[in-house]
């Protein structure tokens, strides 16, 4: 990757090499117009207390609670949170039971809320039957409980096999939250968004940073200008050097103005609404199934992670520079239906051996997923935060590269 200090010198770069060819016109805030042979991609991320996730991380909770107890539920939990109303629900079919309104308050009172914020509501039910006898096979094999389609990506433009505009605002938003959470940074809430915006080369290479825009809740009496320096120069500016990307960006703070009403006081939450920031920050193709508050035997979900484990696997191996992975399935399905993959034309060998090695080398049935990922036993709220392929926060078992060991 060509690392840069300044967007001064990738634009020195360019002219060298006779790649840029347009008029160029540096202002105070870096501005550039460029012809095709750049292109600016953006990508997003968003905080623990932002509305939707607080969502996200009551359905896992839930999740993961009830297959403590009962590791054969099958749950399809769904959130909404709206003002000073959460209601619970979906199907659940359990052995164990678990208090739901207490899985709430796991959730929000670390956040600051108290029990007088919220009514809670829950409406749960069995899972339907017809899709029971579906998933639960006789040959103790397990089957996709929905027709669904998946994809899982990976790219060498960052160590994190992620893209760089998405890890970058990813983490952002990680270190902000920590960071309230320390309480070293006076006024800050915990209800925020990240926006990177990155130059990408005509290959398709990121090069640089233009622009990064900050949302961020804050108390009725904080010093934005004092929390804005701290903010760039202690956490900003650090993530962006980390990956040798120019620190003279132009960054937007709060561009509104005041941010003090925040999460379902501010905006209303439901699961499953942030299903580009749970993956690949809208680089990446997305089948449209949301993750959180699903089960194993929900494909959407499960696949996804394993659709993701093999690009990732793929790519650190140097097989290709990038790679997307798709998946497409029946319900009852023991394995999937459609296998398709595409390296955008950055492959070393070819597709035929791609293909050819995914068959052989991966077992590819539901029933061998979820027993390699154990997923079973994970912290499923542990994953419904800062992304669902990002390891800065939380372990994940299908981000190992262990495929070829």
């Not at 607080?54 to 909770?61: G, L, R, S, V």
């Not at 160590?159 to 938003?173: F, N, Q, R, T």
Request: include cysteine; charge should be neutral.
């Amino acid at each position: 990757m060509f690392a840069i200090s300044s967007l001064e010198q990738m634009l020195n770069y360019y002219i060298k090499n006779k790649i840029l060819v347009c008029y160029i016109q540096l202002d105070k805030m870096k501005q550039i117009k460029l012809n095709n042979k750049l292109k600016l991609i953006a990508s997003e991320s968003v905080g623990i207390g932002h509305p939707d996730k607080i969502c996200d991380q009551i359905a896992d909770h839930v999740l993961e609670n009830i297959l403590k107890q009962d590791p054969n539920s099958h749950v399809a939990c769904e959130v909404f949170a709206c003002n000073h109303l959460i209601i619970i629900g979906g199907e659940i079919t359990t052995k164990g039971y678990i208090d739901i309104t207490q899985c709430v308050w796991d959730i929000l009172l670390p956040l600051g809320y108290n029990e007088n914020d919220f009514t809670i509501l829950s409406n749960i039910n069995k899972q339907s039957e017809e899709i029971a006898a579906h998933v639960n096979k006789k040959n103790n094999k397990l089957g996709a409980g929905d027709i669904g389609v998946v994809y899982g990506y990976a790219t060498n433009e960052t160590p994190d096999y992620l893209p760089l505009p998405y890890v970058i605002a990813s983490k952002i938003i990680y270190e902000i939250n920590k960071q309230t959470f320390a309480k070293k940074l006076p006024g800050a809430n915990f209800d925020s968004k990240c926006q990177v915006v990155s130059f990408y080369d005509h290959n398709d290479h990121p090069i640089g940073i233009d622009k990064i825009i900050i949302s961020l809740q804050h108390k009725n009496d904080a010093d934005l200008k004092k929390l804005f320096h701290k903010i760039r120069t202690q956490i900003i500016d650090k993530i962006v050097k980390s990956y040798n990307m120019n620190t003279d960006y132009e960054l937007v703070f709060n561009n509104d103005g005041s941010f003090v009403i925040g999460g379902p006081f501010g905006d209303t939450g439901l699961t499953g609404r942030k299903i580009m920031v749970d993956t690949y920050g809208t680089i990446g193709r997305h089948g449209g199934g949301a993750f959180s508050g699903k089960d194993y035997t929900k494909v959407d979900r499960t696949y996804a992670y394993f659709a993701r484990y093999i690009a990732k696997n793929l790519v650190a191996a140097k097989y290709a520079d990038k790679m997307e992975i798709q998946f497409s399935f029946n319900i009852g399905s023991e394995l999937p239906i459609s296998l398709a993959v595409n390296c955008f034309g950055t492959n070393k060998i070819s597709l035929d051996k791609i293909y050819e090695i995914i068959r052989n080398k991966f077992d590819l049935s539901l029933t061998n997923i979820v027993k390699k990922f154990q997923m079973t036993k994970l912290e499923y709220s542990k994953f419904s935060v800062y992304g669902h392929f990002t390891e800065f926060y939380s372990k994940k078992p299908w981000e190992k590269l262990d495929a070829f060991n």
